[in-house]
């Protein structure tokens, strides 16, 4: 049977938790869309035989607009992510999360697919003068990548007022779990940390380690996705998709070496380009309309997943 949901990104980290999100919760199979760039087959190694894999590019409009007529609803989660890969290397993430991103509009809109549910980014926010960030505070990207990602928001809403598809943006805050994949320097910082630690080796932090985020768990963030899915009424909007918590990477550092048992002093190194100081969330109106309801505090977070990274060590 045609899967009723198609899942752009779908073998990475974030992605992949969708699928088994998806599957738990009534599916009986999911379409994904992947170009394998940072994702891999074996997340989804454990739901394989309910999951359609289509190793596709979204800069690729042909091929979307093949794939998704059937689909319900599409969940848009493929991106070059990383502010500092945007200003290294700024025309492949360009390329990818506009044009891309762009193609996954135009190709949704084409096949009459329901609801396009978009991966955006807290980075759109840059600094504000207040926390936490509200959805009705004016964006403000400081680097190539925030501002991608903003772009895709605004296209969202495009699409719902001028050619009628329904989309929800969901912000999401720093997210982090099991599957994580911490082998390229642009990794998210916690699963550099969690690498470092399990390899006794001392991480870098840039800056003086005092920035702070709103680290979101993974299996948090798939169930508010899937939710974004299916409430009436809140087409062309933009939510949070945090926890509404705000951690240093000087606490985050003591909490994991305290589960791996270890002293090992950071390196410090010079602030990161494009950076953003600190991020939270106010998490009000993705409680309020979208039912919002994140269950995993950081220390259980941070607990599930260095178990993940022990039982997978390479
Ligand atoms: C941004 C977005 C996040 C998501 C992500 C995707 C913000 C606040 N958040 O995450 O929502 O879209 O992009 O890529 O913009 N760091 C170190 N040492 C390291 C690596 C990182 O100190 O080895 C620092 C880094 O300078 C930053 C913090 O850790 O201050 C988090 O960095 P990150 O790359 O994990 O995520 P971030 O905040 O750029």
Same mark, same amino acid.
């Given at each position: 049977?045609?899967p ?15 699928v088994?999100?998806?599957?738990a919760n009534g599916?009986?199979?999911?379409g994904?869309?992947?170009n394998?760039?940072?994702g891999?087959l074996s997340n ?9 894999t289509h190793?596709v590019?979204?800069?690729?409009y042909?091929?979307l607009? &093949?794939? #998704?007529p059937?689909?319900?609803v *599409?969940?848009? !989660?493929?991106?070059i992510? @990383?502010?500092?890969r945007?200003i ?6 360009h ?7 762009f193609n996954v509009?135009?190709?949704?809109k084409?096949a009459?697919?329901r609801r ?10 840059g600094?504000?003068l207040v926390l ?7 964006p403000?990207?400081k680097?190539?990548?925030?501002l ?31 599957r ?6 642009y990794?998210g ?7 470092a ?8 932090i ?6 702070? &985020?709103? #680290?979101?768990?993974?299996?948090? *963030?798939a169930? !508010?996705?899937?939710?974004? @899915?299916m409430?009436p ?15 240093t ?11 791996e048992g270890?002293t ?8 990161r380009g494009g ?7 106010d998490t009000?109106?993705a409680k309020?309309?979208l039912?919002?309801?994140p269950?995993?505090t950081?220390?259980?977070?941070l ?7 022990r039982?997978?060590k390479?």
């Open positions: 049977m045609q009723k949901c198609i899942i752009t990104g779908g073998a990475g980290f974030i992605g992949s938790a969708l088994r999100e998806l599957l599916e009986q199979s999911v994904v869309v992947d394998l760039n940072s891999h989804l190694e454990e739901v394989k035989d309910r999951v359609e190793v590019d979204i800069r690729d042909d091929a607009v &093949r794939i #998704f059937g689909a319900d *599409v969940y848009h !989660l493929a991106a992510p @990383s502010v500092p945007s290294q290397d700024p025309v492949p993430s390329d990818v999360n506009i044009n891309g991103t509009y135009r190709a949704a084409e009459g697919v396009v549910v978009y991966a955006a980014s807290s980075s759109a926010y600094d504000t936490p960030k509200t959805e009705s505070m004016a403000s990207p680097s190539p990548y925030a991608q990602k903003l772009m895709g928001e605004y296209y969202g809403s495009v699409f719902d007022s001028c050619f009628g598809l329904e989309s929800v943006s969901l912000r999401f805050f720093n997210v982090y779990g099991p994580q994949d911490p082998s390229s320097p990794s910082v916690l699963s550099l940390f969690m690498k630690a399990m390899e006794r080796k001392a991480p870098t840039f800056g003086d380690g005092e920035q702070s &985020r709103d #680290f979101t768990y993974v299996e948090d *963030v169930a !508010l996705v899937r939710k974004a @899915s409430v009424g809140v087409s062309g909007k933009v939510f949070n998709a945090g926890n509404g918590g705000r951690y990477l000087n606490f985050l550092w003591e909490e994991i070496q305290k589960l270890i090992l002093p950071a390196n410090y190194g010079p602030p950076d953003v100081r600190d991020s939270q969330a009000t109106a309020r309309e039912g919002h309801d269950q995993f950081i220390e259980e977070g607990r599930r997943t260095m178990d993940w990274y039982a997978h390479a």
